[in-house]
């Protein structure tokens, strides 16, 4: 396979790093810092595309629609960190949001030679998937040109599904064959090629707003607290009740009966709180307002 990567500003060279090696330890991190800095402004530049991609996950989550990442080595594993990270912070089903990489399990510790350019093994790990129209599917690969995500993005328009695409350089492959095309252009990585660094550190914020922006879209956040909180470790126990406080005012005791008579439910131990309702009656509430908690309060 010829491949020209002269074209990719992700391949270029960074001129402020061109002596890296010969710099003492602290200026070589302020380089690397630096060149950090620019990437939270090659997201904000790209804010409106990310919009839109969040307005569709959420019409797709309120449908019983997944959110399912692809992509190949850092890309794909940061896919799969976003999506993993989903249930115990907003209490959503596993299969909801997906990550897939190419080579499968042991390609997220470690790489697994030429799986990304097995352009019909990304078709056919999504048919594995079952996707269906009313999926998201989101592409991500800093070159905007990885075969595997490819294949799945092309399968994923043939059947309807809405295809999104995260790639680091301008006009790529990935970016043609999307519905929405996010590309934050964070310029030559610092060790040229590794995109690793500033590429995945733009994927990783944008991955986070994603499925932040989603959830919030879909009642998973209460004012910036995350009330479907799955309370698996003690840490986790001790935030619920901090949780139905600040959004209640309500004393220790108070939260701490709440979330017992809700089954360690957030969302519901506040409505039960603010509306002055018990638990069946709260879950109820909840239920009629598509489980919004401000919804339920104020329809009280």
């Known amino acids: 396979m010829n491949i020209n990567l002269t074209k990719m500003i992700t391949e270029s060279r960074n001129p402020a790093s061109e002596q890296i090696d010969t710099l003492p330890t602290l200026d070589m991190l302020r380089v690397i810092n630096n060149e950090d800095k620019n990437v939270a402004l090659a997201v904000e530049a790209v804010l409106p595309a990310i919009a839109l991609a969040v307005d569709k996950i959420a019409e797709a989550f309120l449908q019983g629609g997944r959110l399912i990442y692809t992509g190949a ?48 093994q990304g078709a056919q790990d999504l048919k594995d998937l079952n996707l269906t129209a009313k999926d998201v599917v989101v592409g991500i690969a800093a070159s905007g040109r990885t075969p595997y995500v490819l294949g799945a993005m092309d399968y994923a328009a043939s059947l309807g599904a809405t295809v999104v695409s995260i790639s680091c350089n ?3 492959p990935m970016s043609e064959a999307s519905e929405i095309a996010i590309t934050p252009v964070v310029g030559p990585e610092v060790v040229t090629g590794s995109s690793r660094m500033k590429a995945g550190t733009a994927q990783k914020l944008i991955l986070n707003m994603l499925t932040t922006g989603a959830m ?64 069946e009656e709260a879950g109820l509430l909840l239920s009629q307002n598509q489980g919004f908690t401000r919804k339920a309060i104020e329809n009280h």
């Open 170 to 172: 301008p006009d790529s």
């Open 73 to 120: 080595g850092t890309s794909g594993r940061l896919g799969i960190l976003d999506a993993s990270e989903c249930p115990p912070t907003f209490g959503t089903p596993a299969a909801q949001v997906v990550g897939l990489i190419a080579g499968g399990h042991p390609a997220i510790l470690k790489a697994v030679e030429n799986a990304e350019d097995n352009r019909e």
């Open 216 to 279: 919030i879209r879909t009642g998973k956040v209460y004012g910036n607290l995350m009330v479907d909180v799955e309370a698996t470790n003690a840490k986790l126990v001790e935030r619920q009740k901090n949780i139905v406080m600040s959004a209640t005012e309500c004393s220790r005791e108070e939260a701490i009966a709440a979330l017992q008579a809700s089954g360690g439910h957030c969302k519901t131990a506040i409505v039960m709180i603010l509306a002055a309702v018990s638990a």
